[in-house]
């Protein structure tokens, strides 16, 4: 029973893997003892946490939460999605921003079927969905928005036309070659080691003060860009 609860390093903080099919509070249990016995290790450090191996009730996420509220042996920064919430959230805030797309007062709209392979180009003057990948060496421009239901290995360039709000560019895997949002444009380091991971969450780029930032979408984020 000592091993109900793992800690595990990662480059963005500690993973907490917590056992399947142990009850509940035998886990919590484990958790705390585990955290009294790295007291030491953990004094003084500020850490972002993510628990994965267990899908937890609302209540048991919220006892989690109140169990680190609480302790005084983490200085927890940021707390990540629990896993099934994760995933509910990203199918969630895909369609809804497909959904936005769609509405009449948004513009035109093109969607492309398929992989955009290395040497093709589309150019639209609106926004741009793409039901696949886009190879190393495929390229899109758009004077709105780019959405990629798959994965970016291109270059994708979005918010040519000045009269698109709040341009943004969307992947379900973000790994492009370059991605320019109005004037900006911006490349990944030469050096960068891009993980390849089975289970992904949606990014969304956006550009603020002249320079390009990427992250893990969320309602926040989409709100203020679809507004």
């Known amino acids: 029973m000592d091993n109900l609860v793992v800690f595990k390093g990662s480059v963005d903080g500690i993973t907490v893997v917590l056992d399947e099919i142990a009850p509940?509070?035998?886990?919590?249990?484990?958790f705390v003892e585990k955290l009294e016995s790295s007291k030491k290790f953990f004094s003084g450090?500020?850490?972002?946490?993510?628990?994965?191996?267990?899908?937890?009730?609302?209540e048991q996420q919220d006892e989690l939460m109140c169990l680190l509220a609480h302790q005084n042996i983490l200085n927890v920064a940021f707390i990540h999605d629990f896993e099934q919430n994760a995933s509910a959230k990203s199918d969630d805030q895909v369609k809804a921003i497909l959904e936005e797309m769609k509405k009449p007062n948004v513009s035109l709209t093109k969607y492309h079927y398929g992989i955009v392979r290395s040497g093709q180009h589309i150019d639209f003057r609106g926004s741009v969905v793409v039901i696949g990948d886009i190879n190393p060496g495929g390229v899109i421009t758009a004077d709105g928005n780019i959405i990629v239901m798959g994965t970016l290995n291109g270059k994708v360039h979005a918010g040519l036309?000045?009269?698109?709000?709040?341009?943004?560019i969307l992947a379900t895997n973000m790994h492009p070659?370059?991605?320019?949002i109005r004037n900006v444009i911006a490349q990944p380091p030469e050096d960068e080691v891009v993980s390849r991971n089975k289970i992904h969450m949606p990014q969304i780029a956006y550009v603020n003060n002249d320079q390009i930032y990427v992250e893990e979408i969320d309602f926040k984020t989409l709100n203020h860009m679809i507004e």
Do not use: T, Y
Not at 24 to 30: D, G, P, Q, R, T
Not at 45 to 58: C, Q, T
Not at 161 to 168: A, S
């Open 24 to 30: 509940f509070e035998a886990v919590i249990n484990n």
């Open 45 to 58: 450090a500020k850490v972002n946490m993510r628990f994965k191996g267990r899908k937890l009730s609302k």
């Open 161 to 168: 036309d000045e009269q698109f709000k709040n341009p943004f």
């Open 177 to 180: 070659m370059q991605i320019g």
